[in-house]
């Protein structure tokens, strides 16, 4: 039972995901003035569809919370009240909030209520302003459900009134001579919709349009209960488009001994005054249209409202409510305040029932919105891109055999072998878009580090974009996600100046932080900048002698002096604030670059901003390489980090101390190592003339050629992670398979520059390495 | 399910027994996913003399133990009978390279003895229970300190 409870959780957590990303995605285009009805909808689909999914499990912190947004949003959304700049930022706060709060949820740990209740303070200030009523109804609304934490958790919070809502929507007629709502308990619910509804009717001018007369008989199917939808929201959604009469029907309702748990007893009948076209009502019903029996009847032109006005005997209507509150509990959809009106035996046995309930809820109540997109989870896609990957192998192994078996020469088995290729190819290319993604989530999710960092550090920024929709490995953005974590904080705390300096400096207030990807010659290019002060190298040079990181006096260009940024052990925050200055630097950040297969540059200007630009292989999962043989073990350096490739021969090499190397190399000595050595696998040779060599650089500044036994072939090879199975080693980067089905390793061609050892070790006079090892 | 299957053999579990030199040593059947031939491995740099190197294992890299130089047992000639055991155990798939899978033995929980604790002797880490089957003391490998990450990464 436990288990497909916590798969069907795991996938609303997994929806939570993407619907706070269409949320947080909504917000932003709204707030630069995008005003299509469609975005804000879009947003507030996403709340409500969190809030919906939260009160199927319970969550009731989440559900509290994404009642309260979700009200401002609908606010938003009906024209009442245009937010401004402030607004927004209350929005996205309360975004980040709502994601904190599914994280928490998800992971079973709690959000700091303070930080919660700042926005709930947030929000209701926004909704507060806007009418008198609301200001009353909204404490109301909110703090039943901060006390019914307390109770059952499978209490669906969310729905927190249905049943005193359903009832005083019976007789809502009466409510509007009935000035003083708010007054009474029950009806005080209701006010937040029927308030509206008023101001609604008289903004579109309701005496002037001939009003429609709808006739609905609606009829869940007990289906639309089990996948999270509640009737009383679409009936409250009815009640916004105009008056409505409703009522409930329970002739098919059993004696209570019959009840069974998860059927489906009541259907209602509407009737609806309203100046919307039938489609608007229609449209109320979108989601539900096949979950329940569901007539809609249009009768214009409308003979006023005078047969509203008589109701049908209250007595009569209001009979069965009752009833029909033990049934919204029962059914695991509604209240967990009871009733008034029921009796507590029944009570307790029927919310037991609701506990069965939730599994069946929210199996796929968003089932028509996803029709595009299909979640997989991230292990078969995996598996498929190993199989394409042996599919790979095998065509190589074929195309050799054949080769070698000399039926090559015949037109067809060639022609068939081409295309074989060709297609081996295609869906290669094919798997591995499958794991490409775009940045956007992640560009997202570092729109919130601006925003937390700005209001730390008391500045005021702005946040651009651009190339969201760039597709990059999953796993590349997985693993980008802490570095750029840290170098938007830098920008933000170290980059920008503080907001006097900016003005001083002839600058606007408001600093710009601009994040953006792109495609560049089969690598994705990320780059941070800000429009802040640039690197004061003078200040960085001041730092690195007082760290002892580089010899007084040295002579650094100012690329070299940039560099120092990525030194271990280098700040040049004069104060720890709270914001960077966490014991990581930029060497950290650097360091998951290059594990990346990235690199990472600083472009600085004095007084005009600093650029950091990644750049990075476009998959893990492929990679060119050149196939080479040392030791008679085969292995594959990236081609990406060969330069040339070199024959050596004496009068280039020059000896440096007893077990060192150079090769000089045009106008610049090398360090020469040996790769057999390096690895482990022999003892050094007795000479290098007329040896092979690759030169490789992994960074901008290091360099070394290294000699091999020899060069096979260049080819493209499937990555296949050492972490999993060995764990990570020295040297190697990865391994791969290739056509004969034999293991090779990929170099690691930074790590092994930078861990170069025994006879041959970087001598470069570089400044910076030489302070690096002081 | 499985519960009920693992109440009504509570006291039994099957082994898979297997030989370094002269030595017999035996895995929980459970975590033993094949057997297979020893072929050439790839050799890893700067890994402890018993990682022999990695094999492609179907498209996967697997790792090969070497089961002698891991418990520090005299080396096999590396004969062609040698198999890998493919196990896997604590979220990792590693094969283990031995002289020969003898037998596979059912044995009764409560005949597992624990072997004594002997100062000094740093390889009864490796040993989780002694059995006496037909007269002969029958190792039971503890896997988990067997391909400890700790213990591989810190050599």
């Known amino acids: 039972m436990s288990d497909p409870m916590a798969e069907i959780k795991a996938s609303f957590f997994l929806e939570c995901e993407e619907l706070l990303e269409q949320l947080q995605d909504g917000l932003k285009r709204f707030e630069e003035g995008d005003d299509d009805p469609e975005t804000i909808n879009e947003v507030f689909r996403a709340v409500h569809s969190i809030k919906g999914g939260a009160g199927a499990f319970g969550l009731t912190a989440l559900v509290s919370f994404a009642h309260i947004f979700e009200t401002s949003m609908d606010i938003v959304r009906s024209g009442e009240k245009t937010p401004n700049a402030d607004d927004y930022k209350t929005f996205l706060h309360a975004s980040d909030i709502l994601c904190d709060l599914v994280i928490a949820s998800r992971d079973e740990t709690e959000v700091s209520k303070a930080r919660v209740d700042e926005s709930v303070v947030a929000l209701q200030a926004f909704l507060g302003e806007r009418s008198e009523p609301e200001q009353e109804v909204d404490p109301v609304d909110f703090q039943p459900m901060g006390v019914s934490m307390d109770l059952p958790p499978i209490g669906n919070l969310g729905n927190i009134s249905p049943s005193t809502r359903v009832s005083s929507a019976s007789p809502l007629p009466d409510l509007t001579s009935f000035p003083d709502a708010a007054a009474d308990d029950n009806l005080d619910k209701t006010s937040p919709s029927s308030q509206p509804l008023g101001s609604h009717d008289n903004k579109k001018p309701a005496s002037d349009v001939a009003l429609n007369r709808f006739f609905i008989r609606f009829r869940p199917d007990p289906s639309l209960f089990a996948s999270g939808n509640e009737p009383l929201h679409l009936l409250k959604a009815l009640s916004d488009l105009g008056k409505t009469i409703i009522r409930c029907m329970c002739d098919d309702l059993p004696p209570i001994t019959h009840l069974e748990d998860e059927e489906s007893y009541l259907s209602w009948t509407i009737e609806l005054d309203t100046a919307h076209a039938e489609q608007d009502v229609h449209e109320i019903f979108d989601f539900v249209e096949d979950l329940c029996e569901l007539t809609i009847e249009v009768n214009t032109p409308n003979e006023g409202l005078s047969t509203l006005s008589s109701p049908p005997t209250p007595s009569a209507d209001l009979a069965p409510v009752a009833p029909r509150e033990e049934l919204l509990v029962k059914t695991g959809t509604a209240t967990a305040i009871p009733p008034a009106s029921s009796t507590p035996p029944q009570n307790t046995a029927l919310s037991d029932a609701t506990k069965k309930a939730p599994p069946k809820n929210g199996s796929d109540n968003k089932a028509p919105k996803t029709g595009s997109t299909v979640r997989v989870e991230l292990d078969r896609v995996d598996r498929l891109v190993n199989l394409v990957g042996e599919l790979v192998i095998n065509q190589a192994m074929l195309s050799q055999s054949v080769v070698e078996s000399g039926i090559g020469s015949d037109q067809n088995v060639g022609a068939g072998l081409d295309e074989f290729m060709q297609l081996t190819r295609d869906i290669q290319d094919s798997v591995m878009a499958i794991r490409a993604q775009p940045v956007k989530s992640l560009f997202q999710r570092m729109g919130r580090i601006i925003r937390e960092a700005s209001s730390a550090v008391k500045k005021d920024v702005r946040f651009v974009t651009i190339g969201e929709s760039t597709e990059v490995d999953k796993t590349v953005i997985e693993r980008l996600a802490d570095p750029l974590t840290h170098m938007i904080r830098n920008a933000v705390d170290h980059g920008l100046e503080e907001p006097e300096e900016r003005l001083a400096a002839g600058k606007s207030q408001q600093g710009t932080v601009t994040l953006s990807a792109s495609h560049k010659s089969g690598k994705v290019l990320i780059e941070v900048s800000d429009n802040g002060g640039g690197i004061n190298r003078t200040v960085v040079l001041r730092k690195a002698i007082e760290k002892g990181l580089i010899a007084e006096g040295a002579q650094l260009s100012d690329a070299e002096i940039d560099n120092l940024l990525f030194l271990p052990g280098f700040s040049t925050a004069t104060e720890i604030s709270n914001l960077s200055g966490r014991g990581v630097g930029m060497d950290v950040v650097r360091n998951s670059i290059t594990a990346l297969g990235g690199r990472i540059t600083i472009f600085s200007e004095r007084g005009k901003g600093t650029t950091f630009a990644i750049s990075l292989p476009l998959t893990l999962a492929v990679q060119d390489g050149m196939v080479i043989e040392v030791t008679g073990q085969t292995l594959v350096v990236p081609l990406n980090n060969i330069i040339e490739t070199i024959t050596l021969s004496a009068k280039n090499l020059r000896e440096i101390g007893p077990a060192t190397t150079v090769v000089q190399l045009r106008d610049q000595f090398v360090p020469l190592l040996d790769l057999a050595v390096e690895l482990g696998f022999s003892r050094p040779r007795s000479t290098y003339d007329d040896c092979v060599a690759l030169l490789i650089s992994a960074e901008e500044d290091s360099m070394a050629a290294v000699v091999i036994d020899k060069i096979i072939e260049q080819r493209q090879v499937v990555i296949k992670g050492l972490q999993d199975s060995y764990g990570a080693i020295s040297g190697i980067a990865a391994a791969t398979i290739l056509g004969d089905g034999q293991i090779a390793l990929i170099l690691d061609s930074g790590d092994v520059i930078a861990n170069a050892s025994g006879r041959t070790r970087n001598t470069r006079t570089n400044p910076q390495r030489t302070g690096a090892r002081a | ?155």
């Not at chain 2, 003898?102 to 004594?116: A, K, V």
């Open chain 2, 1 to 155: 399910m499985t519960d009920e299957v693992q109440d009504s053999t509570a006291d039994l579990t099957e082994y898979l027994s297997f030989r370094i030199g002269a030595q017999e040593y035996t895995v929980d059947i459970m975590s033993v996913r094949e057997i297979r031939g020893w072929t050439e491995a790839t050799p890893l740099p700067h890994t402890p003399d018993y990682v022999r190197g990695v094999i492609n294992l179907r498209g996967t890299v697997l790792p090969i133990i070497d089961l002698a130089a891991r418990l520090a047992l005299p080396p096999d000639e590396n004969n062609d009978r040698s198999v890998v055991i493919v196990v896997h155990e604590n979220d990792e798939t590693v094969g283990l390279l031995v002289d020969a899978v003898s037998d596979i033995l059912t044995i009764s929980r409560t005949d597992l003895q624990s072997p004594p604790d002997m100062a000094g002797d740093n390889q009864h880490r490796f040993v989780s229970a002694l059995i006496i089957e037909d007269e002969r003391m029958i190792r039971i490998l503890d896997l988990h300190n067997t391909l400890s990450t700790g213990e591989r990464l810190a050599a």
